[in-house]
């Protein structure tokens, strides 16, 4: 089987670098960035291509892992073939593809991906969806190939599936780099908090995050709650405190 | 050395247990609530009161583990005596317990507790502080035998460090909860996220966060963020997804 990558960001190098892992073929990349190609193809030893048209037209699978913005233009940029065409994108119908290719489908890897940073492809949940049965059956083997997690979900839940995951991911990420801003503006290392974020997240392991919830939001201790106020003098810092405290609070009101 | 806990919440269960197991000697419990004093001192093996008057006056060490709001109360209704007092408060000033013992200090474990879940108590953080350099070792001798990271740290600092703690596990754990919702309303099973989450966290062991943000708002892929907020139904949730995803912009561009 040839794959050609379209797309060469956080997602596609990981893939590629798993599926070349594998020991699947990946006989091109494409990016609109150079460097990103060529970085990429240098990894998986293959050529790599800016321009749509210099796509190869013979391979079986082409994987579009593109920023949404970008996918339906580029998508229509290349000249329709017999492969099957699937994307990686959590908030893109499958039908992005009905009128440019007649085999296509998803491949959805749920997961945060950055190049430099390998992942345990095998217990990553993926989530597929494909035009036709023989498509289905055959992305269900490749995806097969990479996890131990495999799944058909519609696009219209996929995109539910996308924002949850969002929440869950980037937004924590982003609440990990407020509390260490937190701590640099006081000279305490930031990786003091390493056992208490590791702890956060093993414990909803086993308990539903509604029931693991401590802290003043949840106790309601007004005393500690004005106190953090008051000491956020960042205006987005001391937004994000107030909207997430009184969702907390009411939260545990309708329980 | 004889220690009486006062309070018997998700703190002062955990702390008093792990005290216990390490060979300490509990022997009274505290609790306004007789329910949860009773609870404890049955795992403790000790006797209990919900009366601050029969708190007994010759222990070598009080814990006050407390709600903020009822912590100077409580310490105002109990009888000066000579033990060593200290509570685990992240945002209380040490100070607090100026008039009403010779002797006290702080011992603050930088974790989140749940009653019934048991922790690995030698990597959680502890931060001290006490009146004097003679409690100050007999504290750190005691952390040390819970810890291997024990350090001292005022009571300025350990409000920004409480402050940090807020967000990285409080409001973690909430966005854990609104990702949750957003998966029961479309039926599917909440646990397909534990391995982004679980991602998401051990990705900041060996990345800074603002270097591990994936997604939309860091791509400022507007295309996604609007078909997200569309979705979103629940005013507090869309409020949240409007003013993080606008942080984790600003954020990238201060860069």
């Not at 119908?93 to 085999?103: L, S, T, V, Y």
């Not at 489908?105 to 597929?128: A, C, D, E, H, M």
Request: glycine share 4%.
């Amino acid at each position: 089987m040839k794959i050609v990558f379209v797309g060469a960001g956080n997602l596609a190098t990981r893939l590629s670098l798993e599926m070349y892992r594998v020991g699947m073929s990946i006989k091109q990349v494409y990016s609109q960035t150079a460097e990103s190609a060529r970085t990429l193809a240098g990894k998986l030893g293959c050529p790599w291509t800016i321009s749509p048209e210099a796509i190869i037209s013979d391979a079986d699978l082409y994987v579009f892992s593109l920023k949404d913005a970008v996918l339906a233009d580029v998508i229509a940029s290349i000249k329709p073939n017999e492969g099957l065409w699937v994307h990686t994108a959590g908030s893109m119908p499958m039908q992005i593809f009905e009128e440019h290719a007649k085999r296509y489908g998803v491949l959805y890897p749920l997961q945060t991906f950055s190049k430099n940073r390998p992942v345990n492809f095998n217990i990553i949940p993926f989530f597929l969806e494909a035009n036709t049965q023989a498509d289905a059956n055959i992305l269900k083997k490749i995806a097969c190939a990479l996890s131990e997690k495999v799944s058909f979900l519609s696009s219209d839940k996929r995109r539910s599936l996308h924002l949850a995951a969002v929440f869950a991911c980037n937004f924590t990420n982003h609440i990990y780099t407020l509390a260490g801003k937190i701590l640099e503006e006081e000279h305490i290392p930031v990786d003091v908090l390493l056992p208490l974020i590791d702890e956060t997240a093993a414990k909803i392991h086993t308990m539903k995050p509604a029931e693991a919830q401590t802290g003043p939001a949840i106790r309601y201790d007004e005393n500690v709650i004005n106190k953090h106020l008051a000491m956020l003098t960042d205006p987005d810092m001391k937004a994000v405190y107030q909207l997430i405290s009184r969702s907390i609070h009411k939260e545990a009101l309708n329980e």
